[in-house]
């Protein structure tokens, strides 16, 4: 690659907990540039994630971290050319990649949910994903389970 790598933008923090994270999710989430409706549902499915798990004694916040890092995949497939064979090679993923994956997969997984509004469905799958189960999370156990399975051929790493 010739050009220079462009600089990576400063995300600034969400008004309401004050956490970058939080905005580059809410980011993901939106739809034509329609952030301030992505932040009412974000905070709408954090109120009932809060409404839900009462008995857990943990912030929110803390609960869709912590189901963030249940769907967060440490390895991926990639396809890579070899003598006019295409194999499945595992290889590790970087920490910004894991990052977008793991959001992307949880708002598919959410939108594909039963259920009346985003809100209750973010909740219902942030909530699922913080009890490891759920599509997000059976997403990411399918992707290790491909890498476990291609691991013979991991010395095309490129």
């Known amino acids: 690659m010739r050009k220079t790598k462009p600089k990576k ?3 600034l923090p969400d008004p309401k907990f004050n956490d970058p994270f939080v905005t580059r999710f809410v980011n993901n989430m939106m739809f034509s540039g329609k952030k301030s ?10 109120d009932i994630v809060d409404e839900k798990m009462k008995k857990e004694e943990k912030a929110s916040l803390d609960i869709f971290k912590e189901a963030l890092d249940n769907v967060t995949p440490q390895v991926e497939v990639k396809s890579r050319r070899v003598g ?4 499945q090679v595992p290889m590790e993923v970087r920490a910004d990649r894991k990052q977008a ?4 997969n949880l708002i598919q997984f959410a939108r594909k949910r039963p259920g009346k509004s985003m809100g209750e469905k973010l909740a219902a799958e942030t909530i699922a994903a913080y ?3 759920g599509g997000a999370f059976k997403r990411k156990e399918d992707m ?6 291609n691991k013979a ?5 490129f």
């Open 9 to 11: 933008r400063i995300i």
């Open 37 to 46: 409706i992505a932040y009412d549902i974000f905070y709408e499915a954090m």
């Open 84 to 87: 006019g064979a295409t194999f």
């Open 101 to 104: 994956i793991s959001m992307k």
């Open 131 to 133: 009890n490891n189960e």
């Open 144 to 149: 290790h389970r491909m890498a476990e399975s």
């Open 153 to 157: 051929f991991a010395h095309f790493r």
